[in-house]
């Protein structure tokens, strides 16, 4: 009689756990693939003393490297292409926000052709994306 | 039987304890995801190229000139400005005149880190202001200086 009973209850102890791992598994797999959207371009960002915190969602990376390379989404393009690439972003999400990741050492005259590119294409609002200094 | 209800006890109070680490885990999880980095950057409007051309006073716009070098000048000065004084020229003018318009004019080939240098400068000088209670419109010009 009493032996039959421990199995029992012996038994319900891994099945609680259960829902857990379930749920460490989903957590697991929901932070591995957000880390993997983006890459870019290797760039090192310049520092600041100011600035603002952006929402995440609203933004859309323009990257641009030491050399001058432009790049959206992963895709190396030529200046030309960022206005039709940001018209057809524009459209799904009017709200949207350019931000540029570009290297400190990067020519000026690029930015200013990038951002003539983004006047035509109506995107307005830009970012500047720097690092913060810590002072 | 008086045996039996001692153990359903022990093993009730041991299932608490197992799962407690996994909620630990969970929390610890939760956290680092929703506090994920948010981006820092210098956000700005860029006039649209529909407007109307505005004709503006030249005592209303403060010219801070980027060379190739990354050197700064204001409003073209044959001395470079040091950012120290740069700042503190624009707080003086940006404390006087309400309408005062920033314009950063930088060289092609200059460094895009010099630009954003003075831009963060300008921010700094605005937040500055701000907190001594004097609260202005940012008006803040880019610019590439045309190759002549």
Known sequence: MNLRRKEGSGAKIPTSSMADIAFL??????????????????????????????????????????????????????????????????????????AFNTDANAPYGVMDDAMEQLKRANALSVSFTTTLEES | ?????????????????????????LLLIFFIVSTSFPEI?????LPSSQGDVKQIKRENVIQVVTARSGAHFINLEMEPTELPQIKVLLKERLAENENLIISIETHPEAPYGSMVEVLDSVWVVYDELRLEGIVREKRISLKALGLE
């Open chain 2, 1 to 25: 039987m008086a045996m039996f209800s001692r153990r359903s006890k022990i093993s009730a109070d041991m299932v608490g304890d197992s799962a407690m680490s996994d909620v630990a885990f």
């Open chain 1, 25 to 98: 598994l989903i957590i697991f797999f929901m932070v591995t693939t957000i880390f993997k959207l983006e890459e870019g371009l290797p760039i090192s960002l310049p520092r600041s003393a100011a600035g603002e915190k952006i929402p995440r969602e609203k933004i859309a990376h323009i990257w641009v490297d030491a050399a001058g390379t432009v790049a959206i989404d992963d895709l190396v393009i030529g200046i030309s292409d960022i206005e039709p690439l940001v018209l057809a972003k524009l459209r799904e999400n009017p709200a949207l926000i350019i």
């Open chain 2, 41 to 45: 950057g210098l956000p700005l409007i």
